[in-house]
Structures are given as structure tokens and as C-alpha cells.
């Protein structure tokens, strides 16, 4: 494995609200088909910031859809671990950063119809 000191490890998690439990909620990981990443995950050096939105398709069951990130749950390496052993300079594993997601309506939201939608034409 290429030293991945300075990337990142991103697990998902889809926030679902309950329908048989009222105000309670169902968690879903998201299972990504990334380089590197055979446990579901994606490696990479900006993760997703708090409020950006993404399109993610899980490859275990075919489902996508754009999401929303509403909290993310980091797991640093730290010195003299197994992960970052005393006297190395880096690590030898990426930091873990695990995102809870809600689901969004995508990038485009509320767009008025166009004269091509109204049936109009475009002069």
C-alpha cells in the first residue's frame, strides 16, 4: 500500500428517519466501489466539509442519491500506536473520518421552469 499519511479514510452513514418509532432513526452505511477501499470506504485528501452536498451510489445494493453531510466523527491515529508507531514521523494508516448523512434534494433545488418546460421556444 502507497503511504497514505496524508489522506484520509471516509465511511458514510445515511440517516434515515424511523417509520415505526416516532422521532427515533435508522442508520444505513454506504458501501463505495473506491481505489484502494475494499472495505466500502473512500480514500482522500479534502473529505466532505459539514452541509456539502454529495451523490453517492451504495454498490451493495444499487441504490443512489444525492445526501447531505450533517456530522462527521473523527478517529485520529496516535503516537506510539500500532497504527503510528514511536519514532515513525507519520503514520503508517490513514486518520478515520466517519460522515453521517440526511438525504438532500441534489445541487439544484426549487428551479423555475424554462421556456423549453413551458413549451415555448428559445429565440
Known sequence: MSNTASMIKCWFVVRHPSTTHPGTYRYQRIWLNAPG????????????????????ADQTTGVAGSYRVIARDWSPNEYGSSNWPLGESL?????LLQLLLE????????????????GGSAA
Do not use: I, R, V, Y
Open 103 to 118: 438525504t438532500a434534494e441534489g445541487f439544484f433545488q426549487n428551479e423555475e421552469p424554462s421556456d423549453e418546460d413551458q
Open 37 to 56: 477501499a475494499s472495505d466500502g470506504g473512500m480514500l482522500t485528501m479534502h473529505p466532505p466539509a459539514m452541509g456539502d452536498t454529495l451523490f453517492l
Open 91 to 95: 503514520p503508517k494508516q490513514p486518520a
